[in-house]
């Protein structure tokens, strides 16, 4: 992941397919198997042309997950990780911020970085669950493949500012 205000160059574009991607994958098996230590981890965010990137990862490094304002004035959120095989079957993504459970339709997308699919949403400005990260303390990602929430949580310190300063163009009340 770049320092802040660094371009990032993110999974490229495909169809769904094959191997597909959710969110625990990227938190609960890199971050978590020690590929990276927690204070390795931070949240970042950067402008684009349509908008910005708020971004959790290892800074200067790799991003494990997303949220991009895309200029349409909807929000995209990516994880980087490798999805079960059946996910295209029930293409959900659950995420609990604060205790508080968020199940959303996902797609996949192919990256070529990765050579696998990783999991993508998009959102209103105004959802619920984007509003949840920009205010809340902690995120924890449901492991598709294990079926279960991942031990690990996300600290959102710091998400709420970012979100303002790179999202605001995609951000409604």
């Given at each position: 992941m770049?320092?802040?205000?660094?371009?990032?160059?993110?999974?490229?574009?495909?169809?769904?397919?094959?191997?597909?991607?959710?969110?625990?994958?990227?938190?609960?098996?890199?971050?978590?198997?020690?590929?990276?230590?927690?204070?390795?981890?931070?949240?970042?965010?950067?402008p684009t042309d349509e908008g910005g990137v708020v971004a959790w990862g290892i800074p200067e490094s790799d991003a494990f997950l997303s949220f991009t304002c895309n200029g349409s004035g909807t929000v995209d959120f990516w994880n980087d990780g490798a999805l079960p095989d059946d996910f295209l079957k029930s293409p959900q993504i659950r995420v609990?911020?604060?205790?508080?459970?968020?199940?959303?339709?996902?797609?996949?997308?192919?990256?070529?970085?990765n050579d696998a699919y990783e999991g993508t949403a998009t959102f209103a400005g105004n959802d619920p669950f984007l509003k949840a990260v920009a205010s809340g303390s902690s995120m924890q990602i449901y492991d598709l493949i294990n079926d279960r929430y991942s031990s690990g949580t996300i600290p959102l310190k710091g998400t709420g500012r970012l979100f303002a300063r790179y999202l605001s163009g995609c951000l409604t009340d």
């Open positions: 770049p320092a802040p205000d660094a371009p990032l160059a993110m999974a490229g574009n495909g169809a769904p397919g094959r191997k597909a991607g959710v969110v625990a994958a990227a938190v609960a098996l890199c971050v978590w198997s020690g590929a990276a230590t927690a204070q390795d981890l931070a949240w970042a965010g950067w609990k911020v604060d205790g508080t459970e968020f199940s959303f339709r996902a797609d996949a997308r192919y990256s070529e970085m």
